[in-house]
């Protein structure tokens, strides 16, 4: 099956320090990808760089193509239609993304204007209905208010519901619950669910969150330093994570059930952008790290099924994990 | 067994808030009939959600707030009065640690002056030894003197928090207030901070209370849990019972919002409604109306915190009313 979405050795620089270096990734229709990576690892990026949305000094290469139509590079009428209509955005912090002197009612309707054949009455009640889907309660008074008189929660709510007024059969979600509480993440968590399962659309879940992406996602990819280092089906992922960089992102994580043990750190930071180290940007952290994973960066190579690793310390990185379980 | 060091006594703190240009004043209660206890050398862990009222009462437990009812004790004496000589001897047994650590550093001077300032304020040793602290700060938070002439601006976000985490352990405090002091840091680095919290903490015997809304990080960390919801402790209790079997049914759900790797998210309880908004705290318990339990009662009395079993507290009416009991009949 072709895929939806592919993405081809894309690459970002930002006045000649490179941020993005050689990024592979497709999706298939319906399907739910989960990004992961400690902030500057280049997960937001890749989708900004992929819709354009980058400013002008940034250097953008490779290929993206939506239904096999290069959309990297295409002029801004074409790009116009793809943004908002076949593939939707939704961010961080949604208070910063609403106009806060514009009522609710016109900046959905605006969304809808743009994307969709309606005029008149029609907008109007199709902006109600989206809000009924996004579950805002009594749509029809709400819908004159402004966005302040909303909570945080409800707000991205509204977000979703302006994501959804294109029909996108595509959504990135990038960190949409990092700024809600606990509560109300899992309340937009499961709305996003609900959704995806009734338009089938779908989705790539940006998210600094392991669990959060977990839960949603199909299959996860692990982004380090502008790479993808680590992709596999989400289940496998954590209970056998192959890339070192991938095992020590989920021993950091405390459980929540169990007895505690001390957390297992990776030592020092993520490289400085325009100091890369030669050969895995990783290496430096690592503690299998190898003369020769100083030399070149190694490439995505598949592992079995499904899955895919960039390191060439793999089959050592999978004993040492297995040797550890067997003590 | 000992007096606690750090006891808390029912403290209550409300604001005054207007609504609209010309609404009247409406007093909001941040923190309503808190009360705690800390051993020496135990971490408290206070998790609850934005408004909960957590951060308040961090702020009087440290007396950077008065409370305008209950008092707060250390060391079985009552807090000083601001100001005084007694108040800032107490003050540099007691430290706070923020979840920003840019915003509680100062950008133009270079981080090993700021972690000398304490000792200077509180004229600790001479010159010489101020420095050789200094050092021996720096090391123990496992940063080099090289780290020490740099500016902020020149550190990771994990090396500042241990900038900030050295600043505050300058005068060699009893008592920490760490108020999310990982929450802004990737994961990695979090788990860096952590660990060396707890190995500080062994060490140095620093009893802390610890403030975040990360479940996980919390547990790692305390011995003890206390859940707020609207400026009320809802539970409290031993930490890992806490976690594996919650009582009361806020916590139930918190424990479920909390993704895990490895679980789908089938059977996961999702709260209806609104986060709570202490401006308009409902009548009988604040929960009520997010409750999926609830019943007619819980929307009349207040519930007030019970023993239930060996080392738990809990103020809901169905697992302390009569309901829990014809509930374990059956």
């Not at chain 1, 949305?53 to 002008?56: A, S, T």
């Not at chain 2, 002091?181 to 840091?185: E, F, I, K, R």
């Given at each position: 099956m072709a895929p939806l979405i592919s993405i081809e050795r894309l690459s970002v620089a930002f006045n000649g320090v490179p941020v993005l270096r050689g990024v592979d990734l497709s999706l298939q229709q319906g399907e739910a990808l989960g990004l992961v990576g400690e902030s500057g690892s280049g997960k937001s990026v890749t989708w900004l760089a992929a819709l354009g949305?980058?400013?002008?000094q940034a250097k953008v290469t490779g290929s993206v193509r939506l239904d096999g139509r290069e959309?990297?590079?295409?002029p801004a009428a074409e790009l116009d239609r793809v943004r908002g209509g076949r593939v939707a955005m939704i961010f961080q912090d949604p208070a910063s993304a609403l106009n806060p002197v514009l009522t609710i009612r016109r900046q959905l309707c605006e969304a809808l204007a743009l994307h969709r054949d309606l005029s008149g009455e029609a907008v109007k009640a199709e902006a109600r209905r989206l809000l009924d889907v996004v579950g805002i309660p009594d749509a029809k008074r709400r819908i004159?208010?402004?966005?302040?008189?909303?909570?945080g929660g409800q707000v991205q709510r509204i977000m979703i519901a302006m994501a959804l007024a294109g029909h996108p059969d595509l959504l990135i979600a990038d960190e949409p619950t990092t700024a809600l509480d606990a509560t109300i993440q899992a309340q937009i968590l499961d709305l996003l669910a609900t959704i995806r399962r009734e338009m089938g659309m779908a989705m790539v879940l940006i998210s600094h969150d392991l669990g959060v992406v977990a839960e949603n996602c199909d299959r996860v990819a692990v982004m380090y330093a502008g790479r993808i280092v680590e992709e596999a089906p989400a289940n496998q992922i954590f209970a056998d994570p192959v890339h070192p960089y991938a095992q020590g992102l989920i021993g950091a994580l405390p459980p929540l059930d169990g007895p505690r043990r001390r957390l297992t750190a990776i030592p020092g930071t993520v490289p400085d952008p325009a100091r890369m180290p030669a050969g895995c940007a990783f290496a430096p952290r690592c503690s299998l790290a190898a003369e020769p994973c100083c030399v070149a960066a190694p490439s995505l190579a598949p592992i079995s099924d499904g899955r895919s690793v960039a390191c060439i310390r793999a089959e050592a990185s999978r004993r040492a994990l297995l040797g550890m379980a067997a003590e | 067994m000992t007096t606690p060091l750090v006891e808390v006594a029912s403290i209550s703190r409300s604001y005054s808030m207007r609504s609209g240009m010309f609404g009247r004043n409406t007093a909001v209660?941040?923190?309503?009939?808190v009360s705690l206890a800390i051993r020496k050398g135990e971490t408290l862990g206070l998790v609850g959600e934005s408004g909960s009222g957590k951060s308040t009462t961090g702020r009087i437990v440290l007396g950077l707030e008065p409370p305008d009812r209950g008092d707060v004790r250390f060391g079985g004496k009552p807090m000083a009065a601001p100001g005084t000589p007694a108040w800032r001897a107490q003050r540099a047994r007691m430290q706070m640690i923020f979840q920003d650590p840019l915003g509680a550093l100062d950008r133009r001077l270079p981080v090993a002056a700021q972690i000398r300032e304490p000792l200077d304020i509180h004229g600790l040793g001479t010159s010489a030894e101020r420095e050789e602290r200094v050092r021996e700060l720096l090391r123990a938070v496992e940063l080099t003197p090289a780290h020490g002439v740099r500016y902020p601006g020149a550190l990771s976000g994990g090396q500042r928090q241990r900038v900030v985490l050295a600043r505050a352990l300058a005068t060699k405090p009893d008592f920490l207030v760490c108020d999310e002091?990982?929450?802004?840091?990737d994961v990695s680095i979090q788990a860096q901070v952590v660990n060396l919290l707890c190995d500080l903490q062994a060490q140095l015997e620093l009893t802390l209370l610890f403030i975040s809304h990360d479940l996980r990080v919390v547990r790692q960390i305390s011995n003890i849990v206390a859940v707020m919801y609207l400026g009320r402790i809802v539970e409290i209790g031993n930490a890992d019972d806490l976690f594996a079997r919650p009582e009361h049914p806020y916590t139930q759900a918190l424990v479920s919002a909390s993704p895990a790797p490895g679980r789908r998210s089938a059977g996961r309880i999702v709260l209806s409604g609104d986060p709570p908004n202490p401006a308009a705290r409902p009548q009988g318990c604040a929960f009520h109306p997010r409750?999926?339990?609830?019943?007619?009662r819980c929307a009349v009395e207040t519930p007030v915190l019970a023993v239930v079993g060996a080392d738990r507290q809990v103020a809901c009416h169905l697992v302390t009313g009569p309901q829990a009991e014809t509930r374990d009949a059956a």
């Open positions: 949305l980058l400013p002008r959309i990297l590079g295409a004159e208010a402004y966005p302040h008189e909303f909570s | 209660h941040a923190v309503d009939g002091p990982v929450s802004a840091l409750c999926p339990r609830a019943i007619a």
